[in-house]
């Protein structure tokens, strides 16, 4: 199996609706960020609304960013998602990141 192509299939138009995607998320749900090399592990507010919209999230950058491993948890006191990537993914990660921070 060869391996993914560390790229966004997003064109320019796109990518900047689905960076205001992010940040709207970012804004109205995420509580804290960390990050490391390649990995980032982000704390929604808990609730079925919020896991939604981090469930879509997640299926929306499967399809343009398919390199990256995204992994959701349901815990009491929040929802978790956790991004991470192969060597050389790890700017993409921290986009991603950097984008639902909104920084």
């Known amino acids: 199996m060869r391996p993914l192509p ?4 997003l064109n320019a138009t796109d ?6 995607e992010l940040r709207a998320l ?8 960390t990050e490391d090399e390649g990995r ?4 929604f507010r808990p609730g079925l609304a ?7 999230l ?11 491993d ?3 948890e349901q815990r009491e006191d929040a929802t978790v998602l956790t991004i991470s ?9 921290h986009e991603l990141a950097a984008a639902l921070a909104g920084r």
């Open 6 to 9: 560390i790229a966004c299939t």
């Open 15 to 20: 990518l900047r609706a689905r960076g205001e």
């Open 26 to 33: 970012g804004r109205d749900a995420l509580l804290d960020a």
């Open 40 to 43: 980032a592990v982000l704390r």
């Open 50 to 56: 919020v896991r939604t919209r981090v469930e879509a």
């Open 58 to 68: 997640m299926a929306a950058e499967s399809e343009c960013c398919a390199f990256l």
């Open 70 to 72: 995204f992994e959701l």
């Open 85 to 93: 990537a192969p060597n050389g993914g790890a700017e993409m990660v």
